[in-house]
Protein backbone atom coordinates (compact mmCIF):
# COMPACT_ATOMS: atom_id res chain seq x y z
CA UNK A 1 0.00 0.00 0.00
CA UNK A 2 1.48 3.35 -1.14
CA UNK A 3 1.13 6.23 1.48
CA UNK A 4 1.37 8.77 -1.24
CA UNK A 5 -0.71 8.59 -4.66
CA UNK A 6 1.12 10.40 -7.22
CA UNK A 7 -0.52 11.42 -10.85
CA UNK A 8 0.91 11.92 -13.44
CA UNK A 9 1.37 14.86 -15.59
CA UNK A 10 0.21 13.63 -18.69
CA UNK A 11 -3.23 12.53 -16.58
CA UNK A 12 -3.72 15.67 -15.38
CA UNK A 13 -7.38 17.23 -15.64
CA UNK A 14 -7.51 19.54 -18.53
CA UNK A 15 -11.22 20.93 -18.12
CA UNK A 16 -13.18 22.24 -15.06
CA UNK A 17 -16.07 21.05 -13.51
CA UNK A 18 -19.03 22.92 -13.80
CA UNK A 19 -21.94 20.76 -11.29
CA UNK A 20 -24.89 23.73 -12.19
CA UNK A 21 -25.01 21.51 -15.10
CA UNK A 22 -26.33 18.09 -12.77
CA UNK A 23 -27.98 20.48 -10.51
CA UNK A 24 -32.21 19.85 -10.39
CA UNK A 25 -32.43 23.01 -8.34
CA UNK A 26 -30.55 25.61 -10.08
CA UNK A 27 -29.15 28.52 -7.50
CA UNK A 28 -31.15 31.64 -7.82
CA UNK A 29 -29.81 34.56 -9.72
CA UNK A 30 -28.04 37.10 -8.27
CA UNK A 31 -29.81 40.54 -8.54
CA UNK A 32 -28.33 44.09 -9.57
CA UNK A 33 -28.23 46.39 -6.10
CA UNK A 34 -30.02 48.96 -7.27
CA UNK A 35 -33.05 47.87 -9.63
CA UNK A 36 -33.19 44.29 -8.11
CA UNK A 37 -33.62 42.42 -11.24
CA UNK A 38 -31.59 39.59 -12.63
CA UNK A 39 -28.50 40.31 -13.35
CA UNK A 40 -26.97 40.84 -16.96
CA UNK A 41 -23.46 39.78 -17.95
CA UNK A 42 -23.30 43.56 -18.76
CA UNK A 43 -23.66 44.51 -15.38
CA UNK A 44 -20.90 43.21 -13.96
CA UNK A 45 -18.71 44.57 -16.69
CA UNK A 46 -17.10 47.04 -15.08
CA UNK A 47 -16.07 44.77 -12.01
CA UNK A 48 -14.57 41.36 -13.88
CA UNK A 49 -13.28 40.07 -17.04
CA UNK A 50 -15.55 38.71 -19.54
CA UNK A 51 -14.27 35.42 -19.58
CA UNK A 52 -14.88 34.95 -16.12
CA UNK A 53 -18.03 36.83 -16.14
CA UNK A 54 -19.49 34.17 -18.37
CA UNK A 55 -17.85 31.33 -16.74
CA UNK A 56 -20.29 32.42 -13.46
CA UNK A 57 -22.98 32.68 -15.21
CA UNK A 58 -22.33 28.91 -18.22
CA UNK A 59 -24.52 26.09 -17.87
CA UNK A 60 -21.37 24.19 -19.55
CA UNK A 61 -20.76 21.04 -17.88
CA UNK A 62 -17.18 21.36 -19.11
CA UNK A 63 -14.90 24.21 -19.10
CA UNK A 64 -11.30 23.77 -20.98
CA UNK A 65 -8.75 24.70 -18.84
CA UNK A 66 -6.37 27.14 -21.35
CA UNK A 67 -3.14 25.21 -22.05
CA UNK A 68 -1.06 28.25 -20.42
CA UNK A 69 -2.89 27.52 -17.27
CA UNK A 70 -1.97 23.93 -17.66
CA UNK A 71 1.18 24.94 -17.71
CA UNK A 72 1.22 26.65 -14.72
CA UNK A 73 -0.63 24.54 -12.92
CA UNK A 74 2.62 22.11 -13.81
CA UNK A 75 4.66 24.04 -11.39
CA UNK A 76 3.63 21.94 -8.30
CA UNK A 77 0.03 20.26 -9.83
CA UNK A 78 -0.94 17.43 -9.64
CA UNK A 79 -0.97 17.10 -5.83
CA UNK A 80 -0.36 14.49 -3.86
CA UNK A 81 -3.29 12.26 -2.19
CA UNK A 82 -2.16 11.04 1.11
CA UNK A 83 -3.24 7.92 3.40
CA UNK A 84 -3.15 9.48 6.81
CA UNK A 85 -2.23 6.12 8.21
CA UNK A 86 0.18 7.92 11.09
CA UNK A 87 -3.62 9.73 12.00
CA UNK A 88 -5.67 6.35 12.07
CA UNK A 89 -2.68 4.84 14.28
CA UNK A 90 -3.09 7.28 16.96
CA UNK A 91 -6.71 7.76 16.87
CA UNK A 92 -7.29 3.47 16.56
CA UNK A 93 -10.05 3.60 14.30
CA UNK A 94 -10.93 1.34 11.37
CA UNK A 95 -11.18 4.49 9.20
CA UNK A 96 -9.15 4.89 5.89
CA UNK A 97 -8.30 8.72 6.25
CA UNK A 98 -7.14 10.43 2.60
CA UNK A 99 -6.36 14.41 2.34
CA UNK A 100 -5.35 15.98 -0.92
CA UNK A 101 -2.17 18.32 -0.13
CA UNK A 102 -3.13 21.82 -1.46
CA UNK A 103 -0.24 22.83 0.92
CA UNK A 104 2.01 22.08 -1.94
CA UNK A 105 1.69 25.02 -3.75
CA UNK A 106 4.53 27.81 -4.07
CA UNK A 107 2.27 29.84 -2.10
CA UNK A 108 1.20 27.28 0.09
CA UNK A 109 -2.55 27.01 -0.57
CA UNK A 110 -5.53 25.79 -2.69
CA UNK A 111 -5.84 29.86 -3.74
CA UNK A 112 -3.36 29.67 -6.81
CA UNK A 113 -5.90 27.26 -8.42
CA UNK A 114 -8.23 30.24 -8.78
CA UNK A 115 -5.73 33.63 -9.07
CA UNK A 116 -3.70 32.13 -12.28
CA UNK A 117 -6.60 32.24 -14.65
CA UNK A 118 -8.62 35.02 -12.94
CA UNK A 119 -4.89 36.96 -14.17
CA UNK A 120 -4.71 35.15 -17.11
CA UNK A 121 -8.16 36.03 -18.11
CA UNK A 122 -7.81 39.79 -17.44
CA UNK A 123 -4.64 39.91 -19.26
CA UNK A 124 -6.22 38.07 -22.23
CA UNK A 125 -8.75 40.98 -22.37
CA UNK A 126 -5.93 43.86 -21.94
CA UNK A 127 -6.68 44.69 -18.99
CA UNK A 128 -3.81 46.72 -17.07
CA UNK A 129 -4.27 46.55 -12.83
CA UNK A 130 -6.25 44.08 -10.35
CA UNK A 131 -7.65 44.98 -7.49
CA UNK A 132 -8.44 42.30 -4.43
CA UNK A 133 -9.04 41.92 -1.34
CA UNK A 134 -7.42 39.18 1.34
CA UNK A 135 -7.95 37.85 4.96
CA UNK A 136 -5.00 36.08 5.88
CA UNK A 137 -3.35 36.80 2.91
CA UNK A 138 -3.39 33.75 1.19
CA UNK A 139 -5.74 34.86 -1.83
CA UNK A 140 -3.39 37.91 -1.94
CA UNK A 141 -0.20 35.95 -1.83
CA UNK A 142 -1.51 33.65 -4.77
CA UNK A 143 -2.93 37.14 -6.85
CA UNK A 144 0.29 38.33 -6.29
CA UNK A 145 2.62 35.78 -7.56
CA UNK A 146 -0.52 35.57 -10.56
CA UNK A 147 -0.67 38.92 -11.68
CA UNK A 148 3.69 39.06 -11.44
CA UNK A 149 3.52 35.77 -14.07
CA UNK A 150 1.32 37.87 -16.38
CA UNK A 151 2.73 41.20 -16.25
CA UNK A 152 -0.60 43.21 -14.36
CA UNK A 153 -0.59 45.78 -11.46
CA UNK A 154 -2.07 44.84 -8.03
CA UNK A 155 -3.63 46.52 -5.07
CA UNK A 156 -4.55 44.33 -2.39
CA UNK A 157 -6.73 45.43 0.38
CA UNK A 158 -5.83 43.32 3.67
CA UNK A 159 -7.86 42.72 6.48
CA UNK A 160 -6.24 44.98 9.38
CA UNK A 161 -6.40 42.39 12.00
CA UNK A 162 -4.00 39.88 9.46
CA UNK A 163 -1.67 42.86 8.07
CA UNK A 164 -0.85 43.45 11.58
CA UNK A 165 -1.04 39.98 13.24
CA UNK A 166 0.48 38.28 10.25
CA UNK A 167 2.86 40.44 8.25
CA UNK A 168 4.93 37.21 6.63
CA UNK A 169 2.45 36.94 4.18
CA UNK A 170 2.33 41.05 3.37
CA UNK A 171 5.85 40.45 2.85
CA UNK A 172 5.48 37.56 0.52
CA UNK A 173 2.89 40.18 -1.87
CA UNK A 174 5.39 42.32 -1.83
CA UNK A 175 8.06 39.98 -3.15
CA UNK A 176 5.77 39.44 -5.66
CA UNK A 177 5.30 42.89 -6.81
CA UNK A 178 1.80 44.03 -5.11
CA UNK A 179 1.06 47.03 -3.23
CA UNK A 180 -0.36 45.46 0.09
CA UNK A 181 -3.28 48.25 2.41
CA UNK A 182 -4.37 47.52 5.47
CA UNK A 183 -8.21 47.58 5.48
CA UNK A 184 -10.53 49.66 6.49
CA UNK A 185 -8.31 52.14 4.78
CA UNK A 186 -8.19 56.13 4.10
CA UNK A 187 -8.14 55.78 0.50
CA UNK A 188 -11.27 54.57 -0.51
CA UNK A 189 -15.33 56.09 0.32
CA UNK A 190 -15.89 52.73 2.37
CA UNK A 191 -13.14 52.42 4.41
CA UNK A 192 -13.34 56.54 5.63
CA UNK A 193 -17.26 56.13 6.44
CA UNK A 194 -16.24 52.93 8.69
CA UNK A 195 -13.09 54.61 10.34
CA UNK A 196 -15.44 57.67 10.84
CA UNK A 197 -17.90 55.33 12.91
CA UNK A 198 -15.26 53.29 14.21
CA UNK A 199 -11.44 54.19 14.18
CA UNK A 200 -10.10 50.95 15.88
CA UNK A 201 -12.10 49.06 13.21
CA UNK A 202 -10.01 45.61 13.15
CA UNK A 203 -11.45 45.03 9.39
CA UNK A 204 -12.99 42.07 7.96
CA UNK A 205 -13.28 39.90 4.28
CA UNK A 206 -16.39 42.11 3.89
CA UNK A 207 -15.04 45.90 4.43
CA UNK A 208 -12.11 44.88 2.15
CA UNK A 209 -14.52 43.28 -0.93
CA UNK A 210 -16.06 47.02 -0.63
CA UNK A 211 -12.45 48.80 -0.70
CA UNK A 212 -11.93 46.54 -3.68
CA UNK A 213 -14.60 46.83 -5.34
CA UNK A 214 -14.54 50.80 -5.16
CA UNK A 215 -11.48 50.70 -6.73
CA UNK A 216 -11.80 48.56 -9.80
CA UNK A 217 -15.15 50.88 -10.90
CA UNK A 218 -12.97 54.22 -10.56
CA UNK A 219 -9.88 52.53 -11.98
CA UNK A 220 -8.83 52.64 -15.45
CA UNK A 221 -8.52 49.13 -17.39
CA UNK A 222 -8.64 47.33 -13.45
CA UNK A 223 -10.90 44.72 -12.76
CA UNK A 224 -11.75 43.41 -9.40
CA UNK A 225 -11.28 39.82 -8.32
CA UNK A 226 -12.58 37.55 -6.07
CA UNK A 227 -10.69 34.38 -4.31
CA UNK A 228 -14.01 32.60 -3.13
CA UNK A 229 -17.72 32.32 -2.66
CA UNK A 230 -18.23 32.86 -6.46
CA UNK A 231 -19.18 30.58 -9.26
CA UNK A 232 -16.02 30.91 -11.28
CA UNK A 233 -13.60 30.37 -8.47
CA UNK A 234 -15.21 26.96 -7.41
CA UNK A 235 -15.55 25.87 -10.89
CA UNK A 236 -11.43 26.92 -11.01
CA UNK A 237 -10.85 24.49 -7.90
CA UNK A 238 -12.71 21.21 -9.10
CA UNK A 239 -9.62 20.66 -10.38
CA UNK A 240 -8.36 19.40 -7.19
CA UNK A 241 -11.48 17.08 -6.59
CA UNK A 242 -10.92 15.85 -10.49
CA UNK A 243 -7.20 14.66 -9.73
CA UNK A 244 -8.67 13.17 -6.56
CA UNK A 245 -10.93 11.03 -7.78
CA UNK A 246 -8.54 9.68 -10.02
CA UNK A 247 -6.29 8.98 -7.51
CA UNK A 248 -8.94 7.29 -5.12
CA UNK A 249 -9.11 4.81 -7.97
CA UNK A 250 -5.56 4.59 -7.74
CA UNK A 251 -5.73 3.59 -4.75
CA UNK A 252 -8.59 1.01 -5.36
CA UNK A 253 -10.94 3.17 -2.79
CA UNK A 254 -14.30 5.29 -2.74
CA UNK A 255 -14.53 7.75 -0.42
CA UNK A 256 -17.85 7.64 1.82
CA UNK A 257 -17.43 11.20 3.32
CA UNK A 258 -15.77 14.26 1.20
CA UNK A 259 -15.14 16.98 3.97
CA UNK A 260 -13.01 20.65 3.70
CA UNK A 261 -13.26 23.54 5.09
CA UNK A 262 -15.59 26.32 4.72
CA UNK A 263 -14.85 30.17 4.02
CA UNK A 264 -16.82 31.28 1.41
CA UNK A 265 -16.63 27.73 -0.06
CA UNK A 266 -14.32 27.39 -2.74
CA UNK A 267 -12.11 24.53 -1.30
CA UNK A 268 -14.57 22.66 -0.46
CA UNK A 269 -16.60 23.11 -3.81
CA UNK A 270 -13.04 22.11 -5.07
CA UNK A 271 -12.78 18.97 -3.14
CA UNK A 272 -16.62 17.81 -3.02
CA UNK A 273 -18.37 18.56 -6.32
CA UNK A 274 -16.18 15.95 -9.29
CA UNK A 275 -17.77 13.26 -6.44
CA UNK A 276 -21.16 14.62 -5.83
CA UNK A 277 -21.72 14.65 -9.37
CA UNK A 278 -21.93 11.30 -8.83
CA UNK A 279 -24.33 11.44 -6.70
CA UNK A 280 -26.14 14.04 -8.63
CA UNK A 281 -25.74 11.58 -11.73
CA UNK A 282 -25.62 8.23 -10.29
CA UNK A 283 -27.20 8.52 -7.09
CA UNK A 284 -24.34 7.21 -5.25
CA UNK A 285 -24.17 7.26 -1.63
CA UNK A 286 -21.60 9.76 -0.15
CA UNK A 287 -21.81 12.19 2.63
CA UNK A 288 -20.18 15.98 2.12
CA UNK A 289 -19.50 17.82 5.08
CA UNK A 290 -18.57 21.84 5.45
CA UNK A 291 -16.64 22.39 8.32
CA UNK A 292 -17.31 26.06 9.58
CA UNK A 293 -15.64 27.76 12.69
CA UNK A 294 -18.61 28.01 15.60
CA UNK A 295 -17.76 31.59 15.61
CA UNK A 296 -18.67 32.48 12.25
CA UNK A 297 -21.74 29.56 11.47
CA UNK A 298 -23.08 30.84 8.72
CA UNK A 299 -24.44 27.16 6.98
CA UNK A 300 -25.95 26.12 10.40
CA UNK A 301 -27.13 29.07 11.52
CA UNK A 302 -27.20 31.70 9.00
CA UNK A 303 -30.10 32.82 6.89
CA UNK A 304 -31.25 31.66 3.50
CA UNK A 305 -31.93 35.22 1.64
CA UNK A 306 -30.16 37.76 -0.46
CA UNK A 307 -27.53 39.80 1.25
CA UNK A 308 -24.81 41.41 -0.20
CA UNK A 309 -20.88 39.84 -1.01
CA UNK A 310 -19.54 43.06 1.15
CA UNK A 311 -20.22 44.90 4.43
CA UNK A 312 -21.02 48.65 2.43
CA UNK A 313 -23.64 47.02 -0.95
CA UNK A 314 -21.61 47.57 -3.65
CA UNK A 315 -21.51 43.73 -5.03
CA UNK A 316 -24.82 42.03 -6.56
CA UNK A 317 -27.17 40.52 -4.22
CA UNK A 318 -27.00 36.92 -3.74
CA UNK A 319 -29.02 34.35 -3.02
CA UNK A 320 -27.38 32.44 -0.30
CA UNK A 321 -26.83 31.21 3.52
CA UNK A 322 -25.53 34.25 5.82
CA UNK A 323 -24.84 36.22 9.06
CA UNK A 324 -25.98 39.17 7.56
CA UNK A 325 -23.35 41.82 5.81
CA UNK A 326 -22.93 43.91 9.20
CA UNK A 327 -21.33 40.43 10.77
CA UNK A 328 -18.72 41.14 12.90
CA UNK A 329 -16.47 37.75 12.88
CA UNK A 330 -14.75 37.60 15.72
CA UNK A 331 -10.37 37.42 15.11
CA UNK A 332 -9.69 34.09 15.33
CA UNK A 333 -6.87 32.76 13.77
CA UNK A 334 -8.58 31.08 10.67
CA UNK A 335 -8.59 34.46 8.50
CA UNK A 336 -9.86 32.66 5.69
CA UNK A 337 -12.75 31.19 7.10
CA UNK A 338 -13.84 35.01 8.94
CA UNK A 339 -16.63 35.64 5.90
CA UNK A 340 -20.60 36.49 6.37
CA UNK A 341 -21.88 34.21 3.51
CA UNK A 342 -21.52 31.35 1.79
CA UNK A 343 -21.33 31.11 -2.20
CA UNK A 344 -24.89 30.60 -3.98
CA UNK A 345 -24.09 27.13 -5.52
CA UNK A 346 -23.10 25.48 -1.99
CA UNK A 347 -26.00 27.46 -0.52
CA UNK A 348 -28.57 25.94 -2.84
CA UNK A 349 -27.15 22.14 -2.16
CA UNK A 350 -27.33 23.30 1.63
CA UNK A 351 -30.94 23.66 0.81
CA UNK A 352 -31.70 21.00 -0.96
CA UNK A 353 -29.94 18.50 1.78
CA UNK A 354 -27.15 17.68 -0.10
CA UNK A 355 -24.14 18.62 1.92
CA UNK A 356 -23.84 18.70 6.20
CA UNK A 357 -22.36 21.24 8.31
CA UNK A 358 -20.12 20.83 11.07
CA UNK A 359 -19.59 23.71 13.30
CA UNK A 360 -15.92 23.69 15.07
CA UNK A 361 -15.00 25.72 18.10
CA UNK A 362 -11.47 27.58 17.94
CA UNK A 363 -9.75 24.95 20.60
CA UNK A 364 -10.71 21.93 18.63
CA UNK A 365 -9.32 23.04 15.37
CA UNK A 366 -6.20 23.95 17.02
CA UNK A 367 -6.11 20.22 19.12
CA UNK A 368 -6.79 18.53 15.86
CA UNK A 369 -4.32 20.87 14.01
CA UNK A 370 -1.59 19.61 16.70
CA UNK A 371 -2.00 16.00 16.32
CA UNK A 372 -2.22 15.80 12.66
CA UNK A 373 1.45 17.77 13.22
CA UNK A 374 2.43 15.23 15.08
CA UNK A 375 1.23 12.62 13.15
CA UNK A 376 1.83 13.35 9.68
CA UNK A 377 4.23 16.10 10.09
CA UNK A 378 2.75 18.49 8.38
CA UNK A 379 1.56 22.18 10.24
CA UNK A 380 -1.69 23.13 9.02
CA UNK A 381 -3.49 26.12 8.34
CA UNK A 382 -5.47 27.24 10.79
CA UNK A 383 -8.23 27.60 8.36
CA UNK A 384 -7.44 23.25 7.05
CA UNK A 385 -7.99 22.20 10.74
CA UNK A 386 -11.43 22.69 10.69
CA UNK A 387 -11.44 20.12 8.05
CA UNK A 388 -8.82 18.17 10.08
CA UNK A 389 -11.32 18.18 13.35
CA UNK A 390 -14.05 17.36 11.35
CA UNK A 391 -12.22 14.15 10.25
CA UNK A 392 -11.13 12.98 13.47
CA UNK A 393 -14.80 13.16 14.78
CA UNK A 394 -15.76 10.99 11.78
CA UNK A 395 -13.07 8.97 12.32
CA UNK A 396 -13.39 8.45 16.27
CA UNK A 397 -17.82 7.88 14.96
CA UNK A 398 -16.45 4.77 13.10
CA UNK A 399 -14.43 3.31 16.07
CA UNK A 400 -17.28 3.36 18.09
CA UNK A 401 -19.51 1.99 15.53
CA UNK A 402 -17.08 -0.79 14.24
CA UNK A 403 -17.15 0.23 10.76
CA UNK A 404 -14.79 0.93 8.24
CA UNK A 405 -15.26 4.25 6.36
CA UNK A 406 -13.00 6.24 3.64
CA UNK A 407 -12.77 9.52 4.61
CA UNK A 408 -11.67 11.60 2.05
CA UNK A 409 -10.65 15.61 3.65
CA UNK A 410 -8.70 19.05 1.08
CA UNK A 411 -5.76 20.18 3.46
CA UNK A 412 -6.45 23.60 1.98
CA UNK A 413 -2.93 24.99 3.30
CA UNK A 414 -0.23 24.46 5.69
CA UNK A 415 0.39 27.08 8.64
CA UNK A 416 3.92 27.90 8.39
CA UNK A 417 3.31 31.59 7.97
CA UNK A 418 0.83 30.92 10.67
CA UNK A 419 3.09 30.43 14.13
CA UNK A 420 1.89 33.02 15.70
CA UNK A 421 -1.44 31.44 15.83
CA UNK A 422 0.01 28.19 17.23
CA UNK A 423 2.42 30.13 19.79
CA UNK A 424 -1.16 31.35 21.28
CA UNK A 425 -2.67 27.73 21.51
CA UNK A 426 0.34 26.48 22.94
CA UNK A 427 1.11 28.84 25.74
CA UNK A 428 -3.02 28.74 26.64
CA UNK A 429 -3.62 31.98 25.19
CA UNK A 430 -6.26 31.09 22.90
CA UNK A 431 -10.22 30.99 23.96
CA UNK A 432 -13.35 30.12 22.10
CA UNK A 433 -16.41 32.32 21.02
CA UNK A 434 -19.90 31.83 21.65
CA UNK A 435 -22.07 33.58 19.04
CA UNK A 436 -25.75 33.78 20.55
CA UNK A 437 -28.87 33.73 18.81
CA UNK A 438 -29.79 37.36 19.65
CA UNK A 439 -26.21 38.51 18.12
CA UNK A 440 -26.96 36.43 15.33
CA UNK A 441 -30.24 37.74 14.91
CA UNK A 442 -28.89 41.68 15.26
CA UNK A 443 -27.53 41.38 11.78
CA UNK A 444 -29.89 38.85 10.32
CA UNK A 445 -33.38 40.30 10.78
CA UNK A 446 -33.25 43.00 8.10
CA UNK A 447 -32.30 40.59 5.42
CA UNK A 448 -35.48 40.00 3.94
CA UNK A 449 -36.01 43.77 3.36
CA UNK A 450 -33.30 43.82 1.36
CA UNK A 451 -34.99 42.62 -1.84
C1 LIG B 1 -8.86 31.09 1.91
C2 LIG B 1 -8.63 29.82 2.57
C3 LIG B 1 -9.69 29.03 2.99
C4 LIG B 1 -11.13 29.44 2.88
O1 LIG B 1 -11.61 29.74 1.61
P1 LIG B 1 -12.61 28.83 0.83
O2 LIG B 1 -13.01 29.63 -0.35
O3 LIG B 1 -13.78 28.52 1.72
O4 LIG B 1 -11.89 27.61 0.45
C5 LIG B 1 -9.40 27.80 3.55
N1 LIG B 1 -8.12 27.38 3.73
C6 LIG B 1 -7.08 28.14 3.35
C7 LIG B 1 -5.69 27.62 3.59
C8 LIG B 1 -7.30 29.38 2.77
O5 LIG B 1 -6.25 30.11 2.39
Known sequence: MSKKIFLNESDAPKQWYNITADMVNKPLPPLHPATKKPLTPEDLEPIF????????????????????????????????????TALEKALDTPAHIYFKNEGTSPIGSHKLNSALPQAYYNKMQGIKRLTTETGAGQWGA???????????????????????????????????????????????????SILAKDPNNSGSLGIAISEAVEMAL???????????????????QTIIGLEAEKQMEMAGEYPDIVIACFGGGSNFAGVSFPFLRHKLVDGKEIRVIAAEPASTPKLSRGKFE???????????????????????????HAGGLRYHGAGTIVSQLRKDGLVEVQDIPQLETFEAGKLFANTEGIIPAPESTHAIASAIREAKKAKEEGVKKTILFNLSGHGL???????QFLNGKMQNYDLTDEEIAKTTDTLEKLV
Not at 145 to 166: H, I, P, T, W
Open 417 to 423: IDMTAYD
Open 306 to 332: YDFGDTVGLTPLLPMYTLGHDFQPADI
Open 49 to 84: AKELIKQEMTSERWIDIPDEVLELYKIWRPTPLVRA
Open 142 to 192: ALSFASSVFGLDLNVYMVKVSYEQKPYRRMMMQTWGANVIPSPSNLTDAGR
Open 218 to 236: KGEQTRYTLGSVLNHVSLH
